[in-house]
């Protein structure tokens, strides 16, 4: 049978499957195309890792620079040669400083900072474990190089457990003494037995603490528990030595009575006999009345004149023999009518009182007048020469308990006289504080040991020095315009980085020697407590002792500060290591309208002064002069300007008039009154202003918040520099060149210089509307004015540079140290950290006239805030909240119905 070929052409099915097998090839084909596509991906992927592992380049398109190093931090970073720890301990709990809203910028940093140099090793704390063991490691650093402070503590331990038994030896012997003894009556023996028991209890107290102290988890504070413990050996020693010596000048009283008895007795007795030599030209009670009681009285009066003389005689030789210093506080020497001197020195004024009396009897012209009275003053007499004899008695008293020593006494006595009395307790005691005060100050560890301990620092260690930047410093507070309007309230305080420079900052002073040194200038004469009711204190508006967070602020910016009291030296101390110097010139003192005393040398401020500091500024050494708004004088109740004792300095030789008689204030526009202006509280005394220009010192400082107390404007004067002493510039010299830092912008309405500050805080006080006095003479002054200047120019061929900071106050310890308090408009306050950020303006000044302004931080990215005007923003509104949407809707809605179709 023949089999009829099947014709495939025809059959539809066939064209299906090549189809098919096509789309199975096609398949296979792109799955393995992406398998080689996933497998050259990983590759690339990892080689990339590994080319990165050791190479990084990095492009940055962020134009505003916020999150990059600046040039200024990156340069101090390529001069670091030796290795680097850097640590963020960033553990804090507190709502407004949670590590996840700022370890994340600080961690970016420290990432591009190690990626900036091999040598830097970053590492990041984020739990209290880690934490822990960041301590420990400190720990150990620091126990190694306090080795000294250590043994200095671990020997007070051994010392004290030897010596409170001593102590309690001592006290158990004062208290088995005699209430009959002699030393009774000076109450030795209580006070001794209370010296010795505070002495054994200061030894354990101090001891406790201190084991306390080592216990703690985090650093102990060696050189802060070095000084407790000195202290409490400077007590015990103190009041050993106290006992030692009390005894020895006690043992030497009995012989100084015995040897001043008859003087004594002597003058007693020259008392009692005038007395009677003047009772007798009265005569007796008994007696009839003279014949003649005018010559009686005018006798009487001579006599009982002799007896003030006698009293007053007593009573110097009684004080004379009090002299030894213990005999007052011996019970005879006080009676219930008081101490004896002051017993003899009133029958003395009685009878002065006496004299005068019979005086203005015998001057009346009446006999009768005369012999009636007499009787009285013989009565008087009795009572006088009663007196006399009772002070007599207890002088005798006095010497009798003096002199009778009892056997107890004398072998105290005895024991006190010889060399080594109480040694046995002084000696290792004073071995001790000697060895303490050797141990030294730790300032290596000085700043890790006072800041550990706060929340979200980052730790720096360079070698065996270390340092901590503080969180304040690593995220200061913003200016005010971006943390918002004054109403408003925000739940925690914005903040801008400035990570950057602080730590860079810090690294700098840690590895390197100091930039320059800053002469801390000023004219001071404080005498000793002891003389200061008698000598005045010449101290200028600002007391250089108020400076102690710009001294730490300036060292650690890696500044060396060294001071010069013009009152007593004629220049400023010469620079170690050959180092730049800059003047930091604080107020002068006004000088006195009072003349000294005869033979009272006071110094006083004067031209003179001016002088000195001229004469450096010429040599070539910059200066920065702090100023500010200086309360009126009043003479014959007339108001003067305030004194500065550089103005005149200022205004001549660089053209700088220093306005210290206006104050700057901040006021608020009246929103229902144009033109009128309140004044919020808080800006009388922390006043605003970050308008900063782009001078070097402050461009960096824009967005940072200033607050600023009692400044004053700063105005360009007319005509050229010169000095009637000699340091006019030559004509081929340059005039002033004078450059704006710090100013009050002709925009800002709301600021301008109060010229009368009594009527401007009465206005204040009523709550009457504010508004600048616009008189052309005696007014306000209305901006634009400056509130911080540079000022150059050659002087003999050097250039001399000076910055003026008119707002002196700011930068003292009372004002860096005090909340910032704001009242909003509700009624409510808002508090915020102190302004610390005000030394930023100091330092930039400094690092500017040194020739360092390299090392001036770029400062945070400020984003200026838009203001429009209400009608344009309702316009705005409309245009982008209303319209500009319509549109797109409408477009939008046009185009689905055109696709439907």
């Not at 792109?30 to 990165?52: E, H, K, P, R």
């Not at 009128?676 to 970050?690: A, D, N, V």
Request: charged fraction near 30%; include cysteine.
């Amino acid at each position: 049978m023949a089999v009829k070929k099947k014709n495939t052409d025809s059959d539809p099915s066939g064209p299906k499957k090549t189809r098919e097998r096509d789309i199975r090839s096609s398949r296979r084909a792109a799955g393995v195309s992406v398998a080689i596509a996933i497998v050259a991906a990983t590759a690339l992927l990892i080689v990339i890792n590994v080319i990165s592992d050791k190479k990084n380049y990095r492009c940055d398109v962020e134009t505003l620079g916020r999150y990059r190093l600046s040039d200024a931090a990156a340069r101090i970073l390529d001069q670091m040669d030796q290795p680097i720890r850097l640590t963020s301990i960033y553990t804090s709990t507190e709502s407004d400083r949670k590590p996840q809203d700022y370890l994340p910028r600080v961690r970016d940093l420290m990432a591009e900072i190690a990626r900036r140099k091999d040598n830097i090793i970053v590492v990041n704390v984020t739990s209290d474990r880690e934490k822990a063991e960041v301590h420990a490691r400190l720990r150990k650093n620091l126990d190694e190089a306090a080795s000294g402070h250590r043994k200095v503590i671990m020997d007070f331990q051994i010392l004290a457990g030897i010596q409170g038994p001593q102590f309690e030896q001592l006290t158990r012997q004062w208290q088995a003494y005699s209430s009959k003894g002699w030393l009774v009556q000076f109450a030795m023996p209580k006070l001794a037995e209370a010296a010795m028991t505070a002495g054994r209890d200061d030894l354990r107290t101090t001891s406790m603490e201190l084991r306390q102290k080592l216990a703690d988890a985090s650093l102990p504070d060696y050189p802060g528990m070095v000084r407790h413990l000195s202290e409490t050996l400077k007590k015990l020693r103190d009041s050993l030595e106290n006992l030692s010596v009390g005894l020895r000048q006690l043992a030497s009283l009995p012989k100084e009575a015995s040897k001043s008895r008859p003087e004594l007795i002597e003058a007693a007795d020259k008392v009692i006999v005038a007395i009677s030599r003047a009772s007798e030209k009265l005569g007796k009670k008994d007696t009839p009345v003279p014949a003649d009681p005018s010559a009686a009285l005018k006798e009487f009066i001579t006599s009982v004149r002799a007896v003030t003389g006698s009293a007053e005689s007593a009573a110097r030789r009684l004080e004379k023999f009090a002299g030894n210093g213990f005999a007052p506080y011996a019970r005879s020497w006080r009676t219930v009518r008081g101490t004896l001197p002051d017993r003899y020195r009133r029958l003395a004024y009685i009878a002065t009182g006496m004299a005068e009396q019979a005086r203005g009897i015998q001057l009346a012209a009446k006999v009768e007048f005369q012999k009636k009275h007499i009787p009285q003053i013989r009565d008087g007499m009795l009572k006088f020469d009663a007196e006399a004899r009772r002070i007599r008695s207890a002088v005798e008293k006095l010497l009798k308990d003096l002199t009778d020593l009892d056997e107890p006494t004398k072998e105290i006595f005895a024991q006190a006289g010889k060399d080594d009395y109480l040694q046995a307790i002084l000696k290792p005691l004073n071995d001790l504080l000697a060895r303490a005060a050797g141990a030294g100050p730790l300032d290596e560890q000085k700043e890790l040991i006072q800041k550990i301990k706060q929340d979200n620092v980052v730790l720096v260690e360079i070698g065996s020095r270390t340092g901590v930047v503080g969180f304040d410093e690593v995220w200061p507070l913003a200016s005010r315009p971006e943390m918002g309007r004054i109403g408003d309230k925000a739940k925690k305080p914005k903040r801008v980085f400035y990570g950057d420079m602080a730590i860079c900052t810090r690294i700098l002073s840690l590895a390197s020697d100091p930039f320059a040194e800053v002469v801390l200038t000023y004219f001071e004469q404080i005498p000793p407590q002891y003389l200061q009711r008698r000598q005045p204190t010449i101290v200028g508006s600002i007391y250089s002792g108020w400076l102690q967070t710009v001294r730490e602020r300036l060292e650690r910016a890696n500044l060396k500060i060294s001071e010069w009291n013009i009152a007593k030296q004629d220049s400023p101390p010469k620079p170690t290591d050959n180092i730049r110097q800059v003047l930091l010139i604080l107020p002068p003192p006004e000088p006195s309208p009072m003349p000294p005393m005869p033979g009272m040398k006071i110094p006083q401020w004067s031209p003179d002064e001016v002088e000195k500091v001229r004469k450096v500024i010429a040599g070539g050494t910059p200066a920065v002069f702090l100023a500010g708004y200086v309360f009126p004088r009043y003479t014959r109740g007339i108001p003067l300007p305030g004194y500065y004792g550089f103005s005149e300095y200022l205004r001549i030789d660089w053209k700088l008039d220093v306005k210290t008689s206006l104050r700057v204030i901040q006021a608020k526009a009246d929103p229902l009154n144009p033109g009128e202006f309140k004044l919020p509280i808080h800006t009388w005394r922390h006043m605003r202003l970050s308008t900063f220009t782009d001078h070097p010192v402050g461009r960096p400082l824009k967005a940072r918040r200033m607050y600023l107390f009692n400044a004053c404007p700063i105005v360009k004067a007319s005509g050229k520099a010169g000095s009637p002493t000699g340091t006019a510039p030559a004509r081929n010299e340059p005039n002033v060149e004078v450059k704006d830092i710090l100013i009050v912008p002709k925009h800002r309405n709301e600021m301008w210089a109060i010229s009368d500050i009594e009527a401007f805080i009465i206005k204040v006080k009523k709550r009457k509307p504010l508004e600048p006095d616009r008189k052309e003479i005696g007014g306000d002054l209305l901006g634009p004015f400056a509130v911080a200047v540079e000022a150059s120019r050659k002087i003999k061929g050097k250039q001399a540079r000076i910055i003026v900071l008119a707002a002196a106050d700011s930068f003292t310890d009372y004002y860096l140290q005090d909340t910032v308090m704001l009242f909003r408009e509700d009624g409510t306050i808002d508090p915020e950290p102190p302004p610390t950020g005000n030394v930023d303006l100091l330092i930039n000044s400094v690092y500017h006239l040194i020739g360092k302004g390299e090392y001036i931080g770029a400062g945070p990215a400020i984003i200026e805030p838009v203001e429009i005007a209400p009608k344009t923003m309702v316009v705005v509104k409309i245009l982008f909240g209303l319209a500009w949407p319509g549109l797109m809707f409408a477009i939008g809605g046009a185009v689905v119905l055109l696709r439907k179709r």
